[in-house]
């Protein structure tokens, strides 16, 4: 079983930051693709940032220049460094990770996971 836990959400005042923090954990073999949605009320979930295992980044063109998406694969974490925030930045966002599970003996397939959401208030 593979978990995703996501911390460093809040409220903040518009032109404040805030650093989001995704950790994964359990019988995995690899991870390829990270990346952090968001999801506002009233409309439907959407890419903010995503990253390769080699890198490489892209963003919504929303937050290009604002946030940044970095990871760590030794602690197998990914982060949302996010800065000059807005009210329309509110959300709640989620990480999500596409990985190679590990049965014990090998590895398994390709799956995807999601953590439980974070939520992000820009007051203006």
């Known amino acids: 079983q593979v978990q995703l836990v996501e911390s460093g959400g809040g409220l903040v005042q518009a032109g404040g930051s805030l650093r989001l923090s995704c950790a994964v954990s359990?019988?995995?073999?690899?991870?390829?693709?990270m990346g952090w949605y968001r999801q506002a009320p009233g409309k439907q979930r959407e890419l903010v940032a995503a990253?390769?295992?080699?890198?490489?980044?892209n963003y919504a063109d929303s937050v290009k220049g604002r946030f940044t998406i970095s990871r760590d694969n030794a602690k197998n974490t990914v982060y949302l460094q996010m800065n000059s925030l807005k009210p329309e930045d509110t959300a709640v966002y989620y990480c999500?990770?596409?990985?190679?599970?590990?049965?014990?003996?090998?590895?398994?397939?390709?799956?995807?996971?999601w953590g439980q959401g974070t939520l992000v208030t820009v007051s203006s």
């Open positions: 359990g019988s995995i073999f690899s991870i390829n693709a």
């Open positions: 999500n990770a596409d990985y190679v599970g590990w049965d014990g003996l090998a590895p398994t397939r390709a799956l995807d996971a």
């Open positions: 990253i390769t295992s080699g890198g490489s980044t």
